[in-house]
């Protein structure tokens, strides 16, 4: 059983550079998702898309965070000109259409993003 | 703005009790209801779900859900420090939720000592 993949796992990164992070989701799964999670914290919601279409984002995301999934499948999450306060774990979680908001969704280990 | 309010602990139980873990929330519409442990430094893992009022078992865990009191908890039964995490609560579907995001507490760190 395939899990959700993210990739870098670990990314250090100078202050004003632009990074880019990938998650490939559960194969079958048509819902994906973007979290920001900072030590002491539960994961804060970023985004999130049904298949390609992205639905909804963050009144919290700047407009220098951007994410895409082209093909309805792997997704990418990009951060233009970083600051020290998007030093985070960057988790992206995947899950199954279903009625009433009911269905769990499941992480991938996440990307750990470090700015210097 | 939804919340969700879990006690940060540090929850301490010795080996073999119950370890009680406690959540409230504040959108009254929400329908479903996660628990999550988490290990230091990896990713959230899904261990409960709950929609209805009442129980839910599975194994030593059991999930407990009041929508009037707005609250869900966790039981953990013989308890092991294999158990020692953070568990987060995870809300999703409610009146203010106008997407399917999940809105997440704070987490409990338990410590299960031996």
């Known amino acids: 059983d395939t899990g959700v993949s993210q990739d870098p796992r670990h990314k250090i990164t100078k202050r004003g550079q632009n990074v880019t992070f990938r998650c490939d989701p559960i194969s079958e799964h048509n819902r994906l998702y973007w979290y920001r999670q900072t030590l002491g914290q539960g994961p804060e919601f970023l985004t999130y898309?049904?298949?390609?279409?992205?639905?909804?984002k963050s009144r919290l995301l700047s407009d220098r965070f951007s994410a895409e999934r082209p093909k309805g499948s792997f997704s990418t999450l990009e951060i233009q000109r970083t600051e020290q306060g998007d030093s985070a774990m960057y988790l992206c979680?995947?899950?199954?259409?279903?009625?009433?908001?009911?269905?769990?969704?499941?992480f991938g280990d996440g990307t750990r993003l470090s700015i210097l | 703005q939804k919340e969700v309010e879990q006690n940060s602990g540090p929850l301490s139980v010795p080996e073999g009790a119950i370890a009680s873990l406690n959540c409230t929330y504040s959108d009254r519409g929400s329908q479903s209801f996660f628990w999550y442990r988490q290990y230091s430094g990896k990713s959230p893992e899904l261990i409960m779900s709950i929609y209805s009022n009442g129980d839910k078992e599975d194994g030593r865990f059991t999930a407990q859900l009041n929508k009037a009191s707005q609250y869900v908890s966790l039981l953990i039964r013989d308890s092991q420090p294999s158990d020692s995490a953070t568990y987060l609560c995870?809300?999703?579907?409610?009146?203010?939720?106008?997407?399917?995001?999940?809105?997440f507490g704070p987490g409990t760190r338990l410590s299960v000592l031996p």
């Open positions: 995870a809300v999703n579907g409610g009146e203010d939720n106008y997407g399917q995001n999940f809105v």
């Open positions: 898309f049904q298949n390609e279409a992205q639905l909804e």
């Open positions: 979680a995947s899950s199954l259409e279903g009625a009433h908001s009911n269905q769990p969704q499941h």
